[in-house]
């Protein structure tokens, strides 16, 4: 047996850039831009990346791909670990380097377990997952304790980060009938 998963060509060519961000914030307005450009593409409203801390250089690129491959996983932070892992051929981030993820959203509870054992060193979100969940999306049993956890294994945690404008596309997604794929 085989699994395949189609990636768009358009997050395919954001994975082999080399582009390199200074700043949080201009690491957020990245993954706002992945987003908006996976809604323009029939996907979910969701993107994430994956940089080097050290040198901000991209290591990976996701985005909310559950609709293009009918696979209920394939969240943005999902696609963003693979794409990494694969690259390095690697199941632990955490020999490669200091790695850090930036969501367009607070992770749901897969994507959070997937955060703990990818290696990653450092986490930031942008909307917080009230606003997710307010447009329809069930985010899970994620709890403070649950961050907690990923504090006390050495995960730095940052949250809402350019929030408000995230949360701003979460609302235009769903006034304009987005798909809300939750069983």
């Known amino acids: 047996m085989k699994i395949e998963i189609e990636i768009p060509d358009w997050l395919e060519k ?40 050290k040198t901000g250089k991209i ?17 943005a932070e999902i696609v963003a670990i693979m794409i990494a892992q694969n690259r390095f051929r690697n199941y632990s981030l955490s020999k490669i380097g200091q790695l850090e993820l930036f969501s367009s959203s607070e992770p749901c509870a897969m994507c959070l377990g997937a955060i703990l054992w990818s290696g990653l060193k450092r986490v930031v979100w942008g909307a917080p997952s009230k606003a997710a969940r307010e447009i329809g ?9 649950s961050w907690q956890y990923l504090k ?32």
Do not use: T
């Open 14 to 53: 954001l994975n082999k850039s080399n582009i390199m961000f200074e700043s949080d914030e201009e690491k957020m307005e990245f993954v706002i831009n992945i987003v908006k450009k996976n809604i323009e593409n029939g996907g979910g409203p969701f993107g994430a990346a994956i940089f080097d801390i």
């Open 59 to 75: 290591v990976s690129c996701g985005a909310n791909i559950v609709l293009q491959n009918n696979l209920s996983i394939l969240h």
């Open 152 to 183: 006390n294994k050495g995960i730095e945690i940052k949250s809402d980060l350019l929030g408000k404008k995230i949360e701003n596309i979460l609302r235009k997604y769903s006034l304009k009938r987005g798909i809300i794929y939750n069983p």
């Open 137 to 145: 999306f069930d985010e899970g049993p994620v709890f403070e304790s």
